[in-house]
């Protein structure tokens, strides 16, 4: 996505590498979670409670753009993207399929909810590209805790890898729908 033609202004900068730490940190803060609930580590409330500020600090440069209302209904949607998440790997590691399927399906529904939002908000993002996105991020997200759950550690560490890859693709579309504003 480099332009050589193009320079960035030190905002601009500060902006993208924002991001960029701020899904990184969603994707490295889920995997802590799915790693201490799978081997019931004590810090899982320490784990947690970091997981979930993660969409406070989202909140906190959207609200730069678009306000507090739109700012927290975001961090709202994104709060619940979390709990979901939860839900579906406590629900996996007791091997309650009905209860993963609920979870997986309401994840869904909210990764559609979100996608419609930042697209109302933003003509730059795309609705569909959203979605295209975030449904990526929930099929690895659940692959990882179900790797990572039957132990096949090879395969969750390599999964990982596209999961941080494609975190970096969601912070690149965040901020060049942000930047072209």
Known sequence: MYNQGYRYTTKQTALRN???K????HVMWTRSFIISTASDLGDLPFVTNRLLQNPSDFAD????????????????LFT???????ELVNAAKQGDTKKVETARKNW???ADAIALFLADINPNWNQKEWQLLLYSHLKMTEAEAITR?????????KLY???????????DYMYYGLHGR
């Open 161 to 171: 890898d596209a999961i941080e890859d494609e975190a970096l693709k969601m912070a």
């Open 61 to 76: 440069i959207l609200r730069v753009f678009y306000g507090n209302e739109k700012a927290n209904q975001f961090k709202d």
């Open 22 to 25: 701020l899904w990184e940190q």
């Open 80 to 86: 619940q993207h979390i709990l979901i998440a939860a």
């Open 149 to 157: 759950l039957s132990e096949k550690h090879e395969e969750n560490v």
């Open 108 to 110: 869904y529904a909210n």
């Open 18 to 20: 924002e991001l960029r």
